[in-house]
C-alpha cells in the first residue's frame, strides 16, 4: 500500500533529514512510526502526502528527496497528489489546526462536499461515522467550545468521514487525559483500514499497532513486530527512547 | 491585554454563532443579500449630501433586517465601536467650512454644513449596518461561494476566506504570547516597548506556522480554491422576490422623495 525506495530528502542542500529510508507497509496494516525528536517521522508524513518533497514539486522550501515513494501503487508526484491525497487521510497533532470550519458538521462535510459528493450523500456519510464512533453529540457543537479530546475524536471524524485507505495520525494521544485517550486507542483498533501512527506514546503503539519502524536521525534503526521492538531495551536505549511504561519494572 | 485579545478571539467568533441563526433573514441565499446589500451601499452614497430627508427612508432597511433577524441592534453598534468614530469624524469639519444658513430652529440657525454633516454620518452608519447584517446573517463561505459564481478570481475569494479565518489564529497565537509574557513581567502594565520587536517578529512567525498548518489541512481534504461546502449558492423564487423587492424600493427612494411624500399624505 505505502512503499519507501531508497528514500533520502533535505530541506537545505547537504542536511539530509532521512537518509536511505525503505520500508514497505502492506493493505490493513497498523504501523508505528516511532522516534526521539527530530528523527524524521514527520517528515515522512509530509512527503507522504506530497506536504513536502516529490509532491510539493520537490523543490524551494519543500525539500528535495531522491528515491521514490509509492502510494497505492502510484509514485507521488504533483501529477496524481489529488488522486493519492483522496486515499489518504492524515489527523494532525493539533486539532485546533485540523478544525478550521466553525461547528465539528460542516468540518466533516468540508472534505467530502470538495471531492463531489452531493449534500445529502455526504450528510449520510458524516452521520454514519459519527454514530459509529459514538460521538454523535459533536454534531451540533461549535469548535471553539468543546475540550480538547473531543476535538482529537472531531478531527478523527472529519478524517474518517473521507474513508480513507490509509490513515495517518501524528500523535493521536497526545494532550488527552486518560479516559479520551482510551477512546482513541479503542477507536483505532475497531479501525479497518490501513494505519501509520506516530506517536512517543509507546504504551498506545504497543496497544495499537502490529509493526514498528524505529526511526532515529533519519535512518531506519530497526522495523518489526511491536512485541519484539517494544521490549528491547537495549535498542530503544541507544536510540534515545525508552521502554513504554508497562514493560518498565 | 490579554483580556483585550480574548474578548477579540470572542467577538470574531461570535459573528460565526450570529451567522449561524435561523432566521428568515438567515434562510435568504447568500447571493440575494450580498446583491442587495451593495445596491443599498449604492443607493445610500449616492443620496445629495444636503437631502437628509430622503436618505431618512433608507433606514427601513436596517430597521426591517434587525427586526426579522433577531440579530440585536446593540451586538451592531457594540461591534462597530471603533469603526463608528471615524465614520463620525468623516464631516466633522463640514459645519465650520460650509456655513450658510438654511433654515432656522427656533433661535438657532442649522447650516448646510450642519446637514451635510448629518447626511454623511447617516451614510457611513446605514453602509457599515447593512454590511454588518449581511455578515451577521450569512456565513463567510456562502459569501465566497457568491463571489466564485460570480467569477471573482479564486486567489482574491481564497484571499478573503483565509483572512477572516486566519484572523482567529492570530489573535489566538498573540493571546497565547501576551500571557506568557504576563507571567514572566508581573506587575508590568502591557508589553515593555523594547519587547514588541521580537514579539510581533515570533508572532508573525507562529501564526505562519499555524496558517501554513491549517491550510494543508484544507488542501489535504480537496480543497482547491472552490467553495462546494458553502450552503446558500442555489436561489428560490423567494430570494429573487426578496432581491427584486429591495432593490425596486431602494431605486423608488432614490428617486422620489419617500419620507416627504410618506410625511405629505399623512399629514393630508
Known sequence: ?249 | MSQNIERSIRDLREMDTLASGDSPLHRVSAGAKLLVTVVYILVVVSFDKFNMSGLMFMLLYPAVLFAVSGIPVSTCFYKLRFVLPIVCAVGIFNPILDRTPAFPLGSFVVTTGMISMVTLLMKGVFCLMASFLLAASTRIEAICAVLRKIHVPSMLVTLLLLTYRYAAVLAEEANVMTQAYNLRAPGQKGIHYKAWGSFLGQLLLRSMDRAEELYSSMLLRGYHGEFYYAQGGSSSIGDVLYAVSWCALFIAARCVNLTQLLGTSVLR
Open chain 1, 1 to 249: 500500500m505505502i512503499q519507501f525506495d531508497n528514500v533520502t530528502f533535505a530541506y537545505e542542500k547537504g542536511k539530509p533529514v532521512l537518509s536511505d529510508v525503505s520500508f514497505a507497509i502492506e493493505k490493513g496494516e497498523t504501523v508505528g512510526l516511532i522516534g526521539a525528536n527530530g528523527a524524521g517521522k514527520s517528515t515522512v508524513m509530509k512527503l507522504l502526502l506530497g506536504l513536502a518533497g516529490p509532491g510539493a514539486g520537490n523543490k524551494g522550501v519543500s525539500g528535495r528527496a531522491d528515491g521514490k515513494i509509492i502510494v497505492d501503487g502510484e509514485e507521488v508526484s504533483p501529477r496524481n497528489l489529488s488522486q493519492i491525497r483522496r486515499k489518504l487521510g492524515f489527523v494532525l497533532q493539533n486539532s485546533d489546526n485540523q478544525m478550521f470550519m466553525p461547528t465539528v458538521w460542516e468540518d466533516m462535510l468540508f472534505g467530502l462536499l470538495n471531492y463531489g459528493m452531493t449534500r445529502q450523500e455526504a450528510e449520510q456519510r458524516a452521520q454514519k461515522v459519527l454514530r459509529e464512533l459514538g460521538q454523535e453529540k459533536l454534531r451540533g457543537l461549535y469548535n471553539h467550545r468543546i475540550s480538547g479530546g473531543e476535538k482529537r475524536m472531531a478531527a478523527v471524524a472529519t478524517v474518517l468521514a473521507m474513508d480513507p485507505e490509509v490513515l495517518l495520525m501524528d500523535e493521536p494521544t497526545s494532550a488527552l487525559d486518560p479516559y479520551n485517550r482510551r477512546i482513541v486507542i479503542n477507536t483505532i483498533r475497531k479501525l479497518p483500514c490501513t494505519k501509520v501512527i506516530t506517536s512517543h506514546d509507546l504504551d498506545m503503539i504497543y496497544d495499537t499497532c502490529g509493526r514498528v519502524i524505529l526511526l532515529s536521525e533519519g535512518r531506519v534503526a530497526a522495523d518489526g513486530p511491536s512485541e519484539t521492538i517494544l521490549r528491547d531495551r537495549g535498542l530503544l536505549e541507544a536510540n534515545r527512547m525508552e521502554l513504554p511504561l508497562r514493560f518498565q519494572q
